[in-house]
């Protein structure tokens, strides 16, 4: 089985975001970037049936030059061929959900496992789309995954619960945060990474372009949080929860 | 993948001293791997090692062999081994940004630190390819730890007048003497060993627990690393076969000391690791205490406390990766056809000055950064109930263990004058006021070598030259590249300046005075204004912020 894992640089969770000076776009002056990481998890989901079952794991990447960054890091954590479609372009959830269209065709992906969103814009919408455009079965929000041969066997977080849902393979999988906890990078994984392929491809080779319908106008930072207060008792806690405006569990 | 590339030129030893403003390797060019490398130690330090440090100090059985296990599994056995034995081959300034990012927690760094290095490196530089072979993939893979023994009860600093003998008999050497004070003994499965063949020949053996007639004793109670193991090994006729000698018997002093040349960089990169915690845990406690009723990391006097341990850790990780990459070139051009380890004693031995006044320079920097966290503490910093007391106790063994800081200073010096460098010294023009006092310094200490208060001022004066040059040509190459952090880097570098430069000022006047000179010294204005962006920055980032 082939499966194939989209992933997207995105800046460090942790890291403090700025906005540039013109309120257009952050600040990326000396921020630190990474393996957005819903992918993160998506990729060791795949190193993990990879290890039970010997799939081929492919890990893919639209952006500029420095994916280049994360595609051998995911090699690193133990995908097998890298490929980086390499664009300045900007492209927007359907954008991106087209060219990797393109890109499950050219590999012939059995599977493909990514993150239910990525955590610069949230936009949770590339993995459905792409459902959509190669009309395959979707599984959202998985924090589990069993697999055969021919069919996937999916739990999904949602608002109401715990959903399993069984779909045939070919198929889409996105992941939730509980689906796994990545593993360290081991040092001899890094080392190995640098003989593995990574194939630099562009949009044309893949008979793509670049697509974006959405037009960012301004940005800002969110709104400070006032402070909270301290209640005497639960009753005091209730009688809030009830009567304050904007109060909340 | 290292950072060869980067210093095109070749330095020998101790041209620190008169090069003007060479280009230096710098930690921000490592690669994205040994990025990812660093990323990976610091990760497992902070989520495997940190939340054990309670139950590591109480010596909970089992609990730090298996977190050495662990680490090992991801490739920290031993990342400057050679690949060949299980290791991953990596350059030395590889290896010690692992080690910096390792070692957050003082007893897992002196535990990790003394297995990947001086457990190893003697087998690795001088071993055979048959003791190699025997024991390097074990130590790698973690099934056991390694152990260096070097001093005894009554031999310390001066390391060669130990008592510990070996008798020739047969094909075998018989062992007999008490090393003390040895890192790991509890865990360790292999010891490499100093004994006097006859009483007179000092030699370098490597002796396995297993060996009948070898026994460890009790843990010694000490004030810190608690979490660590340090016992004596007593060996009663431990029989070692005669090919488990290390080089050459009689040369054990070249295998002793070039191990701990190197040693003395790493033991560098432990202190960084421990001044990253004593910087995050002193910049968090002062956000969040608040007196007169403003956050205390408002006030002058504790944001300086802050500046001055950052701009000191600038200068002190400058240093070190400059060193590093030093010998990662040194090793790198050893002739693949010449004697191996003729070739590998000579690189270690290369810039054994460096390494020397790095190992100072940053132990000290982690003594007083780790002062000034819990002074930051108050009260509070006094109980047990903080991090910043064990982080304090842990620290105090660094200035006293490979080799003390004085016997460093002394060696420093020494080998200055015995390497002919202070007249070199003489004929270079003085880029800076510490280079003229360390001109002026080193010229009247040089027939001083048996008094040493002065050599210790010249040894001073070396070093706050090397530290001072290494963090202005640092932060040089970060704002011609354009780098992010180049502003509060230049901060840090002229705040580090005038701190040295008034350091500098009162070791010459007292090395002048020694040598009964007159003590006149010309002191220029400095400026201390860098400290309210380094802190600024700090507090910013909780912690260092380069």
Known sequence: ??????????????????????????????????????????????????????????????????????LRKALAIGADKAIHVETVEKFDSLGIAKVLKSVVQRESADLVIMGKQAIDDDANQAGQMLAALLDWPQATFASKVELTDSTATVTRETDTGQETLQMPIPCIITTDLRLNEPRYVALPGIIKARTKPLDKIELSDLGATAECNVEVLSMSQPAGRSSGRKVASVDELLEALRNEKGAAI | MSLADQATHSSSGGSFLFESHPPIAIPENFDSDVQLMADTAFQFARNEVIPLIERLDEQEEGLMMSLVRKACDLGFGGPDSPEAYGGLGLPKSVATRILEMLS??????????????????????????????????????????????LSEEKSGSDALSGSAKAVCDGSDYVLSGKKMWISNAKWAGSFIVFAKVDGQEFTAFIVERDMPGVSISREEHKMGLKGSSTARLILDNVRVPAENVLYHPG?????????????????????????????????????????????????????????????????AESMLYRTANLIDRAFASVDPNGNEVEENRKAAEEFQIECSLVKVFATETLSYAVDEALQIHGGYGFTEEFPVGRLYRDARVMRIYEGTNEINRVFAFDRIVKRG?????????????????????????????????????????AMLHFASQSANVRAEQLKASGHANSEVALAAASHFEAVATTTAASRLIELLDRCGLSAKVEMPAVSFAGSATVSEAAFEANGYPL
Not at chain 2, 105 to 119: A, D, K, L, M, P
Request: a positive charge; aromatic letters at 6%.
């Open chain 1, 1 to 70: 089985m082939k499966i194939l894992v989209p992933i997207k640089r995105v800046p460090d969770p942790y890291a403090r975001i700025r906005l540039n000076a013109d309120s257009s776009a952050i600040d990326t002056t000396g921020l630190k970037f990474e393996i957005n990481p819903f992918d993160e998890i998506a990729i060791e989901e795949a190193v993990r049936i990879k290890e039970r079952s010997g799939s081929e794991v492919v890990v893919v990447s639209i952006g500029a030059a420095e994916c280049e960054e994360q």
């Open chain 2, 251 to 315: 040369q054990g002093h070249k295998v002793a000391f070039n191990t701990l040349n190197i040693g003395r960089c790493k033991l560098a990169a432990m202190a960084a690791g421990q001044v990253r915690s004593a910087l995050s845990i002193g910049t968090k406690y002062a956000k969040e205490r608040k007196q007169f009723g403003k956050p205390i990391a408002s006030f002058g006097l504790i944001r300086d406390k802050i500046a001055r341990s950052v701009s000191s850790f600038f200068a």
């Open chain 2, 104 to 149: 957050l927690n003082g007893s897992f760094s002196t535990t990790i630190g003394v297995h990947q290095g001086v457990g190893q490196m003697p087998i690795a530089l001088f071993g055979t390819n048959d003791l190699k072979s025997r024991y390097l993939p074990p130590l790698t893979a973690g099934e056991y730890m390694g152990a260096y023994a």
């Open chain 2, 421 to 461: 460098l202070v007249e070199k010294l003489a004929d270079a023009s003085p880029t800076t006021v510490i280079h003229e006092f360390l001109i002026r310094g080193s010229r009247a200490a040089k027939d001083h070598l048996g008094e040493q208060e002065i050599v210790a001022c010249a040894s001073d004066l």
